[in-house]
Antibody, heavy 114, light 108 residues
Framework: QVHLVESGGGVVHPGKSLRLSCAAS????????MHWVRQAPGKGLEWVAG????????DYADSVKGRFTISRDNSKNMFFVQMNSLRTDDTAVYYC???????WGQGTLVTVSS | SSELTQDPAVSVALGQTVRITCQGD??????ASWFQQKPRQAPVLVIQ???NRPSGIPDRFSGSSSGNTASLTITGAQPEDEADYYC???????????FGGGTKLTVL
């Protein structure tokens, strides 16, 4: 079955960078789009970004455009988000999800705090 | 981007039927998906597309759409259905996805 495992979360100061990873298994990763979705503490879900199966198309939420960059490595079944210029309002659990948002990982917590 | 609007909270008596709605202009062009999230758990897809339930989702969950409104209906609500429910669709450009604010369902 589909298995998605996020890693790379932690505590970081405002203005700094962090890179999250998502390890995928149980499906043909190279033919599936992928997404990052986040959830701030006690708040709702927010779509962050999505990438096509071949990385030719990348879309971002307005709130992260210009600061976050998504990428993938189909040879390693890995999906990434590089988060720069982090702000306190980026504090959230970050989930990776398979195309169509059909399957989700358990999330990794990012805390941006001074 | 566009917005999707949900009622913050809805309650239903055990065994009764409840409808959770999601409104937004982009729903005139794109179907909504629906997600169930229980405390301290990742969201789970319950309805996708016109009215498609992933494997393992009980058939008491169904979806529908009319105009700018998508609906998730639970027919015969069970205690385990108590959760937050989120709708999701594309924005008007088709490039971004957007979630509704979520509806907290209480089963009485």
């Amino acid at each position: 079955q589909v298995h998605l495992v996020e890693s790379g979360g932690g505590v970081v100061h405002p203005g700094k960078s962090l890179r999250l990873s998502c390890a995928a298994s149980g499906f043909t990763f190279s033919t599936s789009g992928m997404h990052w979705v986040r959830q701030a503490p006690g708040k709702g879900l927010e779509w962050v970004a999505g990438i096509s199966y071949d990385a030719t198309k990348k879309d971002y939420a307005d709130s992260v455009k210009g600061r976050f960059t998504i990428s993938r490595d189909n040879s390693k079944n890995m999906f990434f988000v590089q988060m720069n210029s982090l702000r306190t309002d980026d504090t959230a659990v970050y989930y990776c999800a398979k195309g169509g948002l059909t399957d989700w990982g358990q999330g990794t917590l990012v805390t941006v705090s001074s | 981007s566009s917005e999707l609007t949900q009622d913050p909270a809805v309650s239903v008596a055990l065994g009764q039927t409840v409808r959770i709605t999601c409104q937004g202009d982009s729903l005139r062009s794109y179907y909504a998906s629906w997600f169930q999230q229980k405390p301290r758990q990742a969201p789970v897809l319950v309805i996708q597309g016109e009215n498609n339930r992933p494997s393992g989702i009980p058939d008491r969950f169904s979806g529908s759409s009319s105009g700018n409104t998508a609906s998730l209906t639970i027919t015969g609500a069970q205690p385990e259905d108590e959760a937050d429910y989120y709708c999701n669709s594309r924005d008007s450009s088709g490039n971004q996805r957007v979630f509704g604010g979520g509806t907290k369902l209480t089963v009485l």
